[in-house]
């Protein structure tokens, strides 16, 4: 049986949202204004994209298109995709936070939030995604519940995820205070120490600097590049 993950609204960016997103802490979000099932057929070109960040917090979304003079969000759901699941990007968000990002990996089931996007959102979304690449993924290496289409869109990060140096084993998701004791673990720093509202600010000023150390110290590992992921181009 797949290892069952739960991540529905996982703010990458690292913010507060009110219907969805992550915490001070980095909980996983409520799933206020997620819908349980696929709902009504999709417009003629539209793309099945999945989130396991910001991106499913249906607030998230309205703040993203609204900015670039977008139509409403569309509707959101529920679905479950084998062989994926979620790390933390191997970045510093500007705000200060660790962001998520999926990882291929097989034998794990995530429920995540999905969305039937236009070419325009799908355009629009891609340009609030400076750290992330939207990569095409099908459902023959990745099974997807309910079975909506043959391929589907997600955010991987450019940046790779948080792993162990020594023995190359990622970083699972988890809130931010663990992930700021992971990385004082590693970098032996106590910039990464006390409360995680705190610390976020501190990293904030310096997110830059603080990415930088974090690849010269040999905490990423490019899971895309570095396993199977299938023709379909993985998670």
Not at 32 to 52: C, F, H, K, M, N
Not at 100 to 125: G, I, K, M, R
Request: negative net charge.
């Amino acid at each position: 049986m797949p290892a069952s993950v739960v991540v529905s609204g996982v703010n990458t960016d690292g913010g507060s949202t009110t219907d969805g997103g992550i915490d001070t802490d980095g909980g996983i979000a409520t799933d206020s204004g997620i819908a349980t099932d696929g709902g009504e057929p999709p417009a003629v070109g539209s793309r099945l994209v999945i989130a396991v960040g910001s991106n499913a917090a249906p607030s998230v979304l309205r703040g993203k298109f609204a900015e670039l003079g977008r139509a409403a969000v569309p509707r959101m759901f529920k679905v479950s995709v084998t062989n994926v699941t979620v790390g933390h990007s191997a970045h510093i968000a500007r705000r200060g936070y660790v962001p998520a990002a999926p990882v291929f990996a097989a034998q794990n089931q995530l429920t995540a939030a999905a969305a039937w996007l236009s070419p325009d959102h799908v355009e629009a979304l891609d340009a609030t995604e400076p750290n992330y690449d939207r990569q095409t993924v099908n459902t023959h290496d990745h099974p997807l519940l309910p079975a909506l289409a043959d391929e589907f869109d997600i955010y991987v990060s450019r940046r790779g995820v948080l792993a162990d140096p020594d023995t190359g084993q990622i970083l699972a998701f988890g809130s931010q205070t663990r992930v700021h004791q992971w990385l004082r673990t590693h970098l032996d720093d106590p910039m990464f120490a006390g409360p995680p509202a705190r610390v976020c600010t501190r990293l904030a000023a310096d997110a830059s600097a603080v990415t930088a150390r974090i690849r010269a110290a040999g905490l990423v590992r490019h899971p895309v590049s570095d396993d199977r992921a299938g023709s379909g181009g993985g998670a």
